[in-house]
């Protein structure tokens, strides 16, 4: 026993008026959605380019692990 129609049934019965409330209420979610995505793709892109330089300027960079690089930067930049 359904208690609740499927979103297929519900829009079915929705009238044009609420199917447009219904996609202006979900406009700003996903603009904040595709805002999000492009802010993480940046981040991404700035880590990457971050290290790529690191590992240019200092070559031993990429073969030591994240914490022993981690000390030597604290210690390389006091």
Known sequence: MRLQP??????KSMTE?????????HRPE???????QRDRKARTR???QEGAILEKVYPAAAEMDLEKLED???????
């Open 17 to 25: 008026n609420e199917k447009k409330l219904l996609q202006a209420k």
């Open 6 to 11: 499927d979103t297929a049934e519900r829009n």
């Open 30 to 36: 996903e603009a904040e959605m595709r805002d999000r």
């Open 72 to 78: 030597f930067l604290y210690w390389a930049l006091r």
């Open 46 to 48: 700035r880590l990457i």
